[in-house]
């Protein structure tokens, strides 16, 4: 699948799991079920059913955010709808984690769901965690590492370092620790993909959400379970809160893998390119009209296959969360949601 941008000599395939495309859809069906099994076994635990599997507690739920792409958008980036000068609008999920919906104060990471609105019902969904590399190389990791997760603390290591062995175990502990912090505000983060998506003629890139606001000074965590809802109803208050969009081209297998989410995109190997700007516009996040459109947003599921054909997502871990995800609405919705826009979702 080659293409040439510049010095980027893009030229990637992707390899399944079990050998071959329709031995990793079983075992996606299966890695699906188990997801499913962890979701159930949180919910007994903590009494609190009707959450997602991850990422349950949102902070922030927004449907009038909008997104504004660069006029000087790279040629080979501009791709079906996405094409410079246009603007949609947007709806954004900003969530904790945790499968569990704990305080905004505790060690965790944080998500941005972006759904871009375009041509009338049509919507693509962009989800990023605030650390740029996953702790599991592939779906299958994933899947073990949250099995023994959710399960009894005191067995978590031991069993890491049965499944995993010794060097791996370290690493995806390190992996968790290092990302998995409090913050002073989600204004400030910035967002990472983590697997890749096919950006049409551009190829394989990794994109993130960077923030233009920076921290306050004097700022810390605070004490309220909500204070990062109720930190960013404040800088709402004021004034916009404004992101930049930027996608990272693949380079090579080496440096930029496809199918290795634990692997970081060094920005030294492959520049961050601005593309596009992501805006929530001054509001009271936590006036009624606010509350009621948390309320709606925390309803919806997102899907990293609800996207146009030239935008495909790439690798293990996407592939597999196609079906994860959706298997996992389905358990928290108590309905099935509606088919991601792939028809090979």
Known sequence: MPANEG????????VYAGGSAEAERRLIQQWAQDMLAIQRRVARKTNKPGHRTLHA???AGFDNARLLVDDALPTDLSTGYFQA???FPVTLRLSNAS????????PDMRGAAVRIHFNNDDHHDLLMTSFPASHARNAKQFVEVARIATGKQWLIVPR???TQGFAEALR?????????RPCNSVATLQFWSRAPLLWGDGGPVRYSLRPVAS????????????????ELASRLAKGDVVYRLAVQRYVDDARTPIENGAAHWRESDSPMIDIATLTIPRQDALGARGVAMKRAVNALPFNPWNCPRPFRPLGSLNRARGRVY???????LGAPPPRPKRDDA
């Not at 995806?172 to 290092?178: A, M, S």
């Open 160 to 162: 890491l370092i049965l």
């Open 57 to 59: 507690k949102i902070i």
């Open 215 to 230: 921290d306050i000074n004097g700022a810390s965590i605070g004490t309220d379970p909500d204070y990062l809802e109720a």
């Open 172 to 180: 995806i502990i390190r992996n968790v620790r290092t990302g998995s």
């Open 326 to 332: 959706a298997t996992s609405a389905e358990g928290w």
């Open 85 to 87: 000068g246009r603007q």
């Open 99 to 106: 499968p569990v919906c704990a305080g905004d104060g505790l």
């Open 7 to 14: 010095e980027f000599v893009v030229d990637w395939q992707e």
